[in-house]
């Protein structure tokens, strides 16, 4: 069965650049929307930004002058890009399959997630 | 942005007992609205899709309806492992949002 798991720093520098990756494993990367979403502890969730299997990307406009999200369709991994990040930024951040088509779009798998938080 | 908007935000109640928690998009959505399940540390669990479809796995108890602007989901019969916080989302246009979520807790 198709598995994901971030993987990056816990710990960024104000100012500085968020960067995780999702490998996804048990299946391919193509044909399918992969998307990031975060959580501020405590809080609710945020859809972040997907890229398609064909480098095709969607983001959320909150944060896309600073997002970058990429694939690497070789390596089964997609990545996320998050630039002059501030405390704000802090959250858990889950990557996830996204359906498409007659399932609607829904994020039927996600990552373990993983905890990053920007602090000096 | 399309929001949408849980409520109640929280609600208590009892093994067994029938819950409803509602879901309000700022426009119509047609059926492109999801359900997820969190429990305290652990990551979001799909259970519906397109207002009414359940996910493989996920128990009967579980219903979703609605279409348009107003979607439900209904826990027939609350079970222990059913107390989490319950999220709609909608999947009809980018960005992609999420309710505020719904905190069920045991009574």
């Known amino acids: 069965q198709v598995q994901l798991q971030e993987s990056g720093p816990g710990l960024v520098k104000p100012s500085e650049t968020l960067a995780l990756t999702c490998t996804v494993s048990?299946?391919?990367?193509?044909?399918?929307?992969w998307s990031w979403i975060r959580q501020p502890p405590g809080k609710g969730l945020e859809w972040v930004g997907y890229?398609?299997?064909?480098?095709?990307?969607n983001y959320n406009p909150s944060l896309q002058s600073r997002l970058t999200i990429s694939v690497d369709t070789s390596k089964n991994q997609f990545s996320l890009k998050l630039s002059s990040v501030t405390a704000a930024d802090t959250a858990f951040y889950y990557c996830?399959?996204?359906?498409?088509?007659?399932?609607?779009?829904?994020?039927?798998?996600w990552g373990q997630g993983t905890m990053v938080t920007v602090s000096s | 942005d399309i929001q949408m908007t849980q409520s109640p935000s929280s609600l208590s109640a009892s093994v067994g007992d029938r819950v409803t928690i509602t879901c309000r998009a700022s426009?119509?959505?047609?059926?492109?609205v999801n359900w997820y399940q969190q429990k305290p540390g652990k990551v979001p669990k799909l259970l519906i899709y397109?207002?009414?479809t359940l996910q493989t796995g996920v128990p009967s108890r579980f219903t979703g309806s609605g279409s348009g602007t107003d979607f439900t989901l209904t826990i027939s019969s609350l079970q222990p492992e059913d107390f989490a916080t319950y999220y709609c989302?909608?999947?009809?246009?980018?960005?992609?949002?999420f309710g505020q979520g719904t905190k069920v807790e045991i009574k």
């Open positions: 996830a399959r996204q359906t498409y088509g007659a399932n609607g779009g829904a994020f039927d798998i």
């Open positions: 048990g299946g391919s990367i193509d044909a399918y929307y």
């Open positions: 890229v398609y299997h064909s480098g095709i990307t």
């Open positions: 426009q119509s959505i047609r059926s492109y």
């Open positions: 397109i207002a009414s």
């Open positions: 989302q909608q999947s009809y246009s980018t960005p992609r949002t």
